[in-house]
């Protein structure tokens, strides 16, 4: 049976199968391809967002305008405080400036000062040489108190003398009065030059320690000037009983019975 089929299906081939003439034809010449297209060279991903791509460059941009805001911020702080530092500068020197005209100025009034005070100091020198020599020159003359034989010497407005006679400290006020004169009892004068000009020594003078008060006191009550204390002892009970007596440079203390001669007093012409 095969062949039988096979024998019916060749009529069909037969008729279907046409006679092609065989021509001997040159092939064409060969052509370049043609260049890619732009498409062709950049093509686009089945899968692209385009959200996706311009949410980053909006991040970017507002990152940059952010940093571009604080580096502006920060470049007004610079020279804020530039300015701020630059003012303080300025017047810290104006300060300095007028600082060192102050001290300059008080350089100046210290010298003159200085000079003045040197001044000064020369003339209360001379003059108290010329106190010197015209109590000097009334110390000789003595016109006022006697004869110079009797060895009263004036000083200012009163004369002053040095017993002979020495009796203890009590009696020296009874003893001045005999001479019409009174026992030393106050500081009026100047007592270091009275006591030079008498040359005196270990004479009695009108102070004395008072025991009530616990001062050392002249016998009008008065207290000693601040040249004459420093150069007695602190007053305390220990000195009960106790009387100043001078030297020709110093004073001291000793007891009020001792005998020792008494500095009187009077006024001039007296």
């Known amino acids: 049976m095969s062949d039988a089929s096979d024998y019916e299906q060749h009529p069909e081939n037969t008729e279907q199968t046409e006679a092609i003439p065989i021509v001997d034809v040159e092939p064409p010449l060969a052509l370049p391809p043609p260049p890619p297209t732009e498409d062709e060279w950049r093509p686009i991903p089945e899968h692209t967002n385009v959200n996706a791509s311009r949410f980053p460059f909006s991040l970017y941009g507002i990152i940059t305008v952010i940093l571009g805001i604080f580096s502006l911020l920060l470049l007004m702080l610079c020279g804020f405080f530039g300015y701020q530092y630059f003012q303080s500068v300025q017047e810290s020197e104006s300060k300095m400036k007028s600082l060192n005209q102050r001290i300059e100025s008080f350089q100046n009034k210290e010298k003159i000062f200085l000079h003045v005070k040197n001044v000064v100091d020369q003339n209360k020198e001379i003059l108290e040489r010329l106190q010197d020599q ?50 030393l009892k106050t500081e009026r004068s100047r007592l270091m030059c009275i006591l030079k000009l008498l040359a005196v020594n270990h004479t009695w003078l009108g102070l004395s320690y008072k025991e009530e008060d616990n001062e050392w006191k002249w016998e009008d009550g008065s207290l000693p000037s601040s040249g004459l204390e420093w150069r007695l002892p602190k007053p305390s009970m220990n000195f009960q009983g106790k009387c100043v007596y001078a030297d020709m440079h110093t004073v001291g203390i000793d007891n009020c019975t001792m005998s020792s001669s008494c500095l009187c007093e009077k006024p001039v012409c007296a």
């Open 134 to 183: 015209n109590e000097e020159l009334n110390a000789k003359g003595g016109e006022g108190c006697g004869s110079p034989l009797s060895h009263w010497v004036q000083h200012r407005d009163h004369c002053y003398h040095q017993t002979v006679e020495t009796v203890s400290w009590w009696n020296c006020s009874d003893l001045c009065v005999s001479l019409n004169a009174t026992f």
